[in-house]
């Protein structure tokens, strides 16, 4: 039993029917507790936004009288029980009425506009340092008539920025002041003199008087430490004989003396002071805020008692056991089928035919045996790939071949001289099929990692010439314009230089075919360096880029992600002058990254390609030596 397929089969199915329980439980549990908490998260959110609405009406009104209605509509908005007590828990409003359950010992929150809760208040608009709503202005509050009366400058401010082509919007502030929204436009594009806002940023009569009051409180405050007095500017920042600044934040000046900063702080702190001082009589009391659940009695809790728990085993035990016993009824059933399968394929081996097996159950049992008497068919359709793979696989040795083609062509027409430099640009072309052939191979027999390589310090300048000397008469066919870009000295190196012209030139050759006549192919080489900056004025340098850019037709944004894939091509037609095989760019790819780099592509249609190799840097044994172009 312990070797048979039976046996192994009610193993396998008994520590399935374990884990099922086990998962199945341990899933229940995390559901629950994601349920709790997404219930709990979503109640901090309410409870935030039932702070806000309160701390908005107690900023705007000087008492709590009328608050009630207030706190009935949030409660009914957010099902909740919302109540709202004196700091000496004496009732204010009640959403649950008198009759309601008595009110915990810790309250929510403290709803006061002068002093923010940091934890509920994200969105008050306040600063850190000052913690008052942005709501409570006081007597900074413009009267109707000031308000008509700026309104109708910004309006006028928003006409003359239309007519100059900007698109301004015009948003009001809590004390009613307009103020001109740019959106996304530049905070230091010029405006006509039309256009100024002077007359709409400057003071009004109530803001004057209130910003007045504002600065005696604070010099108040200020000489009763001995400190010198300031003049605050509308927006809360001030100045003095001495040297100006804001409240809430250093100024951009040398770093100042530490007396400075303490007269900073001071002024800061007292502007602070002067504004609680100042709003105290113009929003209400600070009050205790109880957030609860009106129904929290009738809600069962989550507990998974003694009881549970033999539930829970009881239930997993029985789930065990009618598994066991299902699995030996089906098991058996399963056995037989094989048996006569095990026996047609030894009477295989000996040569004798197949012969069908009468298996009559439509499962995985009759999949198995149908598939077994397709073992022809299928023989013959790899015999069909493998046809189609050699078909595919020939498109890597075009191009080479092309190339060694096309000098020879050049030579016997006279257009070139059979001299030592053309016979040594045919041999490292034949080299270079050589060492295609080696890769195809490699392609079709290990996966990732299983190239050899014979790295060695390489002159990327000189390179790309030699890849774009072995590909000009192909682009000269083609109408494309073919050159080179590389810095000098050129970046270091160390690579194999036979495996990287494969590469360039696959990317070449694909660049040139996919270009038309009058086109452009660009071959470029520069360092970059750890914080991705280029190499160009003397730096560090860990990365060589090399990057083949053309003016062709491009790559549809579906299709790039899988330029690289093997046997992928974006046509699907045959057509070897629109496409190859589809086994150039992976093996651009797995070139790069067997010298611990990688290969990218970004395409726009209609516009043109750049691929990128990026490759580690090495050592430079000719940082002298110009770059040959």
């Known amino acids: 039993m312990r070797k048979s397929l039976l046996g192994r089969f009610l193993g396998v199915f008994a520590l399935v029917a374990a884990c099922s329980v086990a998962a199945t439980t341990w899933l229940a549990a995390q559901t629950t507790s994601g349920a709790l908490a997404q219930e709990q998260g979503q109640a901090l959110a309410d409870d935030a936004r039932i702070y806000d609405a309160l701390l908005g009406y107690a900023a705007t009104h000087p008492r709590w009288d009328g608050v009630d209605g207030t706190v009935k509509d949030l409660a009914s908005r957010f099902g909740r029980r919302i109540a709202v007590t004196t700091q000496a828990r004496e009732p204010l409003a009640d959403s649950a009425g008198s009759a309601g359950p008595q009110l915990p010992n810790r309250p929510s929150a403290v709803v006061d506009p002068l002093s923010l809760d940091s934890a509920l208040s994200k969105d008050s608009g306040?600063?850190?340092?000052?913690?008052?709503?942005?709501?409570?202005?006081?007597?900074?509050?413009?009267?109707?008539?000031?308000?008509?009366?700026?309104?109708?400058?910004?309006?006028?401010?928003?006409?003359?920025?239309?007519?100059?082509?900007?698109?301004?919007?015009?948003?009001?502030?809590?004390?009613?002041?307009?103020?001109?929204?740019?959106?996304?436009?530049?905070?230091?594009?010029?405006?006509?003199?039309?256009?100024?806002?002077?007359?709409?940023?400057?003071?009004?009569?109530?803001?004057?008087?209130?910003?007045?009051?504002?600065?005696?409180?604070?010099?108040?405050?200020?000489?009763?430490?001995?400190?010198?007095?300031?003049?605050?500017?509308?927006?809360?920042?001030?100045?003095?004989?001495?040297?100006?600044?804001?409240v809430d934040a250093p100024r951009p000046v040398a770093v100042p003396k530490e007396s400075d900063r303490a007269g900073d702080q001071a002024v800061g702190s007292c502007v602070n002071t002067a504004r609680r001082e100042q709003l105290s009589s113009y929003v209400a009391q600070p009050a205790l805020l109880f957030i609860g659940?009106?129904?929290?009695?009738?809600?069962?809790?989550?507990?998974?008692?003694?009881?549970?728990?033999?539930?829970?085993?009881?239930?997993?035990?029985?789930?065990?056991?009618?598994?066991?016993?299902?699995?030996?009824?089906?098991?058996?059933?399963?056995?037989?089928?094989?048996?006569?399968?095990?026996?047609?394929?030894?009477?295989?081996?000996?040569?004798?035919?197949?012969?069908?097996?009468?298996?009559?159950?439509?499962?995985?049992?009759?999949?198995?045996?149908?598939?077994?008497?397709?073992?022809?068919?299928?023989?013959?359709?790899?015999?069909?790939?493998?046809?189609?793979?050699?078909?595919?696989?020939?498109?890597?040795?075009?191009?080479?071949?092309?190339?060694?083609?096309?000098?020879?062509?050049a030579a016997q027409d006279g257009l070139a001289d059979t001299d030592p430099a053309l016979i040594a640009s045919l041999l490292e072309e034949a080299v270079q099929l050589q060492h295609i052939i080696d890769d195809l191979q490699d392609l079709a027999q290990a996966d990732a990692g299983a190239l050899r390589l014979h790295p060695e310090p390489v002159n990327v300048a000189d390179l790309l010439g030699q890849v774009a000397a072995a590909h000009q008469a192909e682009a000269e066919r083609a109408g494309v314009t073919l050159s080179v870009v590389a810095p000098n000295p050129p970046p270091a190196l160390t690579a194999d230089p036979v495996r990287l012209r494969q590469a360039v030139g696959n990317l070449v050759s694909n660049a040139v075919r996919h270009t038309p006549r009058g086109g452009r192919v660009e071959l470029r080489a520069h360092g970059e360096g750890a914080d991705g900056a280029d190499g160009a004025d003397g730096g560090p340098v860990s990365e060589v880029v090399v990057e083949v850019a053309d003016t062709g037709s491009g790559i549809a944004a579906d299709d790039l992600p899988h330029v690289f894939d093997r046997f992928w091509r974006a046509e699907r037609s045959r057509n070897r002058r629109t496409g190859g095989s589809g086994l150039g760019l992976s093996i651009v790819r797995k070139l790069a990254e067997a010298h611990g780099g990688s290969a990218t592509a970004a395409s726009t249609e209609g516009v043109g390609s750049t691929f990128t190799l990026r490759l580690p840097a090495g050592a430079r044994e000719d940082a002298g030596r110009a770059a040959k172009l």
Not at 154 to 171: I, M, S
Not at 229 to 235: E, I, R, S
């Open 293 to 409: 659940d009106p129904d929290r009695g009738n809600v069962p809790g989550f507990d998974l008692s003694a009881t549970s728990t033999a539930r829970i085993a009881g239930a997993a035990s029985l789930v065990l056991a009618l598994t066991i016993g299902v699995s030996i009824l089906t098991g058996r059933r399963l056995v037989r089928p094989l048996r006569a399968l095990t026996g047609a394929a030894q009477r295989m081996k000996e040569g004798a035919e197949a012969t069908p097996i009468a298996v009559h159950a439509d499962n995985e049992i009759g999949q198995l045996a149908a598939a077994f008497y397709e073992l022809a068919e299928h023989r013959a359709r790899l015999e069909a790939q493998r046809k189609a793979m050699v078909s595919d696989v020939a498109h890597e040795l075009r191009t080479p071949l092309s190339n060694i083609r096309g000098w020879l062509e």
């Open 126 to 246: 306040s600063s850190a340092t000052d913690r008052i709503d942005a709501r409570a202005v006081g007597p900074f509050r413009l009267p109707s008539s000031e308000r008509r009366e700026l309104r109708a400058e910004a309006d006028r401010v928003v006409a003359c920025l239309g007519r100059l082509g900007q698109n301004v919007e015009v948003t009001e502030g809590p004390s009613g002041r307009p103020r001109i929204d740019r959106g996304d436009a530049p905070a230091d594009r010029v405006v006509a003199d039309d256009c100024s806002t002077d007359d709409l940023d400057a003071a009004t009569k109530t803001e004057a008087k209130a910003l007045e009051a504002l600065t005696k409180l604070t010099n108040a405050c200020l000489s009763r430490q001995s400190r010198p007095a300031v003049t605050l500017n509308p927006d809360l920042t001030w100045h003095s004989d001495l040297r100006p600044g804001p």
